[in-house]
């Protein structure tokens, strides 16, 4: 059965570094997503991508975020410069059309230090 | 706004006792609904959905019925294991993203 797959699973940055995210979404798919959960809190929606554009952010999602879909198969989420507040786990998920269920990867936890 | 509302946990049973986590949301427009489980140290994954009022979502011997009327998603099993030990999230499809509930933590004891 086709998975989304992330990766590093685990990342430790220190504050002030960029970090990159990797996600290779299902390959048929069409709408991807970026969610975090801080630990012990609710999942909360970052960022959607459609068509190679953004089609809905949070207000989280500030200056410091950045997506890309740099070739056919993987979705990227930048932080340019990582704050303390930024150590989550973030969850990449993709889905074929923009209503329906949404697959996800297993994470990557992020630790700012 | 749309939002989703979920009781609040830890909910500890005893293996083979019924369920029920209760869910209720505010949206405007015919949102899907989803539940999903993240097992301790894993991802998300989808439990079942219902796309539309009145639809049943089962799966694994859960089961969440779609109230329009009652504006709700409740999710009951009839007898739980120790492995469906998890955190459970309400969850409903709104403008290009899932809102989701704050998570159910569900203990259950041998």
């Known amino acids: 059965e086709p998975e989304v797959t992330q990766t590093p699973s685990h990342q430790v940055t220190q504050m002030g570094q960029e970090v990159i995210l990797r996600c290779v979404p299902i390959s048929n798919h069409l709408y991807f997503y970026w969610y975090r959960q801080i630990l012990g809190q609710k999942v909360e929606f970052l960022v959607s991508?459609?068509?190679?554009?953004?089609?809905?952010k949070s207000e989280i999602f500030d200056d410091q975020f950045s997506v890309e879909r740099p070739d056919g198969s993987n979705f990227t989420l930048k932080i340019r410069s990582t704050k303390l507040e930024d150590s989550a786990m973030y969850f990449c998920?993709?889905?074929?059309?923009?209503?329906?269920?949404?697959?996800f990867g297993p994470g990557t936890r992020l630790t700012v230090t | 706004g749309n939002s989703v509302t979920q009781m609040e946990g830890p909910v500890t049973l005893s293996e083979e006792a019924f369920l029920t986590i209760n869910c209720t949301y505010t949206?405007?427009?015919?949102?899907?609904l989803f539940w999903y489980v993240q097992y301790p140290g894993e991802g998300l994954q989808l439990l079942l959905k219902a796309t539309k009022a009145d639809d049943k979502g089962s799966n694994k011997g859960f089961e969440a019925t779609y109230r329009k009327e009652t504006t709700s998603f409740h999710l009951e099993k009839g007898s739980v294991q120790v492995s469906d030990s998890a955190v459970y999230f309400c969850a409903l499809s709104g403008n290009y993203q899932l809102i989701w509930g704050a998570g159910t933590k569900l203990i259950i004891k041998p």
């Open positions: 991508f459609y068509n190679n554009e953004i089609s809905e």
């Open positions: 949206a405007t427009g015919y949102p899907s």
């Open positions: 998920a993709s889905t074929l059309t923009g209503f329906y269920e949404q697959y």
